[in-house]
């Protein structure tokens, strides 16, 4: 049975350490086909992304674009949630991978930093019983989860301004559309 891996995100904006997984994960041979999800309305955040959905997924498609060849033919870009009314429930876009990919198992990577708070995610027993859950660690926090040397990097930093590790499209990107700390 193949396996598909689901790396879902705010990425407002994708940058360099979501990049760094996104390698690792495809480098290792860790997940042979990967989807990146952008959030629609996370609701454990406590802010709402700054770009809109389809801004965001226009910075994670520049980004994967800029992976090499073999890397970037293993991930895509998938609008799922950004296209889904409503709140965004990882349950949801599990269910509806596993529906595209019947025979594959379906693979769901969080960081340390999102696990934090698997409590309190909608129908979180479901999810655990419909995926396999890998934790990626994160700097900062201590739960223990797969260590790919996850470089110290935060979307936050990006829009403050006080970091410019994302991609060249995407730095093109952001400052075309006025986004974050360009704007200012």
Not at 72 to 90: C, K, T
Not at 97 to 102: C, D, E, I, K, S
Not at 124 to 134: A, P, S, T
């Amino acid at each position: 049975m193949s396996a598909v891996g689901i790396y879902g995100g705010t990425f407002d904006p994708i940058h360099l350490g979501h990049l760094h997984v996104i390698t690792q994960l495809l480098q290792r041979d860790i997940i042979g086909h990967l989807l990146i999800v952008p959030a629609g309305q996370p609701l454990l955040r406590a802010d709402a992304p700054v770009a809109t959905g389809a801004q965001r997924r226009a910075m994670c498609q520049l980004a994967i674009e800029s992976l090499p060849a073999d890397l970037r033919s293993r991930v895509e870009v998938n609008p799922i949630e950004i296209l889904r009314e409503g709140p965004s429930y990882a349950i949801d876009t599990v269910d509806a991978v596993a529906a595209t990919y019947p025979d594959a198992q379906i693979v769901l990577f969080v960081g340390s930093d999102a696990y934090a708070n698997i409590d309190k995610w909608h129908r979180v027993e479901e999810l655990k019983n419909k995926c396999r859950i890998i934790v990626i660690e994160r700097p900062g926090y201590s739960f223990e989860g797969l260590d790919i040397s996850a470089l110290d990097i935060s979307a936050t930093q990006i829009r403050e301004g006080s970091s410019n590790q994302i991609p060249q499209s995407v730095a093109h990107y952001i400052k075309e559309n006025g986004l974050y700390a360009s704007a200012k």
